[in-house]
């Protein structure tokens, strides 16, 4: 059943990323944000009234701290979902794992001593690996991007899967302490609705039409619903199982990519993506046997 419930959330965030390419068409990614933020924030204040569930906090500084980086990450890939094809941007999104691999593999190569005859954990090594071919599968990817001059938002994209990966780390850190999903879903909620109006108030605000804005409620809805899907699968089923299987979200983005946009795949972006796909989940398998009860990524 956990199993059944990480599907579901991957293919509610696949959904979202399709509403918001939509929508991008009209507004701009603070607005996206913005939108986000509000709709995903009245959502969560409703899902915790009706569990009888607090909203207060002992730890704003960390919400605060945890809401700006993901805001951060969530505009970037708004950004990316605008301006690349889908498959590319929801595969780029996902490279969190990778990224946080790349920062354990880092760790270690400076917390060692080979002078010392001091051999590099094996482990470490295997990591090491993972993260060359989640890379290689950017630059797989990423070629037939640069072709169409569309660089910057392939930097982008690839930007807020780094910045997701902090954004991961943090709301680790929140689950340690026993802050509540829902609690931390809400206050990252209002942290984008608040700067996604920072960011209208010193920009351009798109004009209303209410054609247009009907793309907007389904993309606090479907965010909201892959978070509460994904809090239900770890809390049911085996964490490495369920942590695996949220990499189901790059083919359905895939698939909503071909069937639903018509974007042309080539050979070296389909090889790429497999490439990330594999190494997201070898950097998973691998960080679960330092930390078998790691949470999944947000969106």
Known sequence: MAALWMLAASLAFATMAVCVKFAAAWFSPSELVFWRGLIGMVLMWLW????????????????????????????AWFYALGNLPLATAMTLNYMSSVWIAAFLVGGALLAWNPRGG???PG????????VMAGFA???????PTLGQHQAFAGLVGLLSGLLSAFA????????????PEARTVFYFAV??????????????????NWGHALWLLPVGLTASIGQLCMTRAYNRG???????LQYSGIVFGAL????????????????????????????????????????????
């Open 48 to 75: 915790c009234r009706a569990r009888g569930e607090t909203l207060g906090t002992r730890y704003p500084l960390m919400h605060a701290w945890r809401s700006m980086i993901g805001v951060v990450s969530l505009g």
């Open 118 to 120: 001091q051999p590099m």
């Open 123 to 130: 482990r470490n090594g295997a990591l090491t690996f993972t």
């Open 137 to 143: 599968g950017v630059v797989l990817m990423l070629r």
């Open 168 to 179: 991961y780390m943090q709301v680790m850190a929140l689950g340690k302490i026993g802050e």
């Open 191 to 208: 942290g984008s609705a608040v700067a996604g109006a920072v960011g209208m108030a010193t920009g351009s605000v798109s004009e209303w």
């Open 238 to 244: 085996a964490t490495l199982l369920v942590a695996n």
């Open 256 to 299: 909503y990519s071909l069937l639903l946009f018509g974007e042309n795949i080539p050979l070296a972006g389909w090889a790429g993506m497999g490439l990330i796909l594999a190494s997201g989940i070898a950097a998973t398998v691998l960080r679960s046997r330092a930390a078998p009860d790691a949470p999944g990524e947000e969106h």
